[in-house]
């Protein structure tokens, strides 16, 4: 089955602005539905295609680009012979799946969109593309779309449901409530997508109606590449990369869900491993969130990259991770599916809401503070837990998994700072209302904000 996705809304864009004046490449982690997506579009949208995958390709094919990309009347006449089919022009496109296993030919866009006689998609998994570009030119013709794991309304569409997200953004829009059995239904709906996640192996098998233990097992089985690429990088990082990766569960389940080094070893320095954290961020199997020192439009200028917190890039993968750690396969599944969270599994809120704001364009920054109320006789720390701008404002976020509506951080935020804050959220698992000013949403409206 292949689902439907917004990022052909995004091809389709491309291929009428560019009109041959540029390849787009689509970057993502492995098994988003990349190739998927480029392909479906190929047959779709134009007369014809080929697909180049460079995970199998021939050596007759590799070598067509080392030897003849600089006569390029040679080098289509080869690959037509090569692949048993000719293009016409302008009514085609070319393929350059997995790129990155063979840089060469992500070079040759340069002479290839110059010449002008077809299109050009390339996919590549960023978890490795990072190695494969140090002695080559990249294009300036080559322009890229990030591809994220099947957000909540993509999890639907694959269900059939094409009416509850709109539902969905008017409550939000006029900042009415669902009513109670309508948010309950839909509270179960995004409960199973949490469980499930949004890599469309694992949503194919859930929409086939196989049990939540075949699920897991698709999704070990992607836990499992990553660590297989990971090591890869790593035969010059000392394993660093995939350290980080495996105790993110870990990392999160700590209160403040801070990233802390000792957690990999006594002697680990942020210094010594701020290259594989950045890796891990840039390769979208993880979401970096950073604190700033200071909530200003300019958010970037007051990162403390020290100090951070690294979500997993998709939170089904994190129920899956959890699970390997503890083998308690139905009672996890089950505690997300019923509401039955106990206190160490709220992370899992918190990391949706991060997926999710990150799958919107949303960098991921928080805020600690310090601030000393009334009657207290010393200061203490605070933590706004996203900080985003809308408006040219501030907009703070609050995540609570369960109904609890507490905001001293909130207050105490207004309090302290003297600048313009646009709306306030917490993010929880209750309808939409308002309150005390703050707009408290239930977690399936994160992408609305």
Request: charge should be neutral; include cysteine.
């Amino acid at each position: 089955m292949n689902f439907e996705r917004k990022i052909y809304n995004q091809l389709l864009d491309w291929k009428e602005k560019s009109n041959g004046k540029s390849a787009i490449l689509i970057e993502g982690a492995r098994r988003v539905g990349k190739s998927t997506v480029a392909e479906e579009f190929a047959k779709n949208e134009y007369d014809d295609y080929i697909l180049l995958d460079f995970s199998k390709e021939t050596k007759d094919v590799r070598k067509n680009f080392e030897d003849n990309i600089g006569d390029l009347d040679t080098f289509f006449r080869n690959l037509f012979i090569l692949k048993g089919k000719e293009l016409h022009k302008r009514k085609s496109v070319i393929i350059l799946d997995e790129v990155q296993l063979f840089p060469i030919a992500r070079q040759a866009i340069k002479p290839l969109v110059a010449d002008g006689r077809y299109d050009y998609i390339e996919t590549g998994s960023l978890i490795s593309i990072k190695k494969n570009v140090k002695n080559i030119l990249i294009p300036s013709e080559e322009e890229r779309l990030k591809m994220y794991p099947m957000d909540f309304e993509e999890f639907l569409w694959a269900k059939g449901n094409t009416i509850t997200m709109t539902a969905i953004r008017e409550s939000f829009e006029k900042r009415r409530p669902l009513g109670d059995a309508v948010h309950r239904k839909i509270m179960q709906m995004f409960r199973e997508y949490i469980a499930v996640g949004g890599m469309p192996q694992a949503v194919q098998t859930y929409i086939n109606g196989e049990s939540y233990s075949s699920i897991d097992r698709v999704k070990q089985g992607i836990l499992a590449l990553y660590e297989e690429d990971l090591k890869k990088y790593d035969v010059e990082e000392k394993e660093k990369a995939s350290l980080i990766f495996k105790t993110i569960p870990k990392q999160l389940s700590d209160h403040e869900m801070h990233f802390t080094f000792s957690e990999i070893n006594t002697n680990a320095r942020y210094i010594n491993y701020v290259e594989s954290v950045e890796f891990v961020s840039e390769s979208m199997i993880g979401n970096l969130c950073v604190n700033v020192t200071a909530p200003d439009l300019l958010m970037d200028l007051y990162a403390d990259r020290s100090n951070f917190k690294l979500y997993m890039g998709d939170t089904g993968l994190l129920v899956s991770q959890m699970i390997r750690e503890g083998d308690e396969t139905e009672a996890i599944y089950k505690a997300l599916i019923y509401d039955k969270l106990s206190s160490n599994l709220g992370m899992v809120f918190e990391n949706v809401v991060a997926q999710m704001l990150n799958a919107s364009g949303k960098p991921l920054y928080f805020h600690e503070y310090k601030y000393q109320p009334e009657n207290a006789t010393k200061e203490k720390k605070y933590e706004i837990d996203f900080l985003t701008v809308k408006n040219k404002k501030i907009c703070p976020i609050e995540v609570k998994s369960s109904g609890y509506s507490s905001h001293k951080s909130f207050d105490y935020f207004i309090k302290k700072y003297p600048i313009k804050v646009e709306d306030r959220y917490i993010i929880y698992t209750k309808d939409l209302k308002l309150e005390d000013c703050i707009t408290y949403i239930p977690a399936y409206m994160t992408m609305c904000i």
